[in-house]
């Protein structure tokens, strides 16, 4: 069974910061590892991503805020979050893609931002 489980998530004011981890099962072949996050009313979108080979993805509205970040030897995925605002509110997810199983998918982690 693949296992991802994220944590981390909480309540916080505008402007603070809070870090995100996510622990994966160890299985070969890792293509990519991302971070999503599901506002209520709104469908599930990409915060960022990181690939096997380094190459790091974010959107938009996080962009020079947010990092990802990997600790391969202890299959763990990082999101750290700062300068966090109200409409960062959401349940954040992990997923993570490996070549020969798929991809799964978290449980979440509910991040509350408040104004």
């Known amino acids: 069974q693949v296992d991802v489980v994220e944590s981390g998530g909480g309540l916080v004011e505008a402007g603070g910061s809070l870090r995100l981890s996510c622990t994966h099962t160890n299985i070969a072949n890792l293509n990519v590892m991302g971070w999503y996050r599901q506002a209520p009313g709104s469908q599930r979108e990409l915060v960022a991503r990181l690939t096997a080979a380094g190459v790091i993805e974010y959107s938009d509205a996080v962009k020079g805020r947010f990092t990802i970040s990997r600790d391969k030897a202890a299959n763990k995925l990082y999101l750290q979050m700062t300068s966090l605002k109200p409409e960062d509110t959401a349940m954040y997810y992990c997923?993570?893609?490996?070549?020969?199983?798929?991809?799964?998918w978290g449980q979440g982690t509910q991040v509350t931002v408040s104004s």
């Open positions: 997923n993570v893609l490996w070549a020969m199983r798929g991809a799964s």
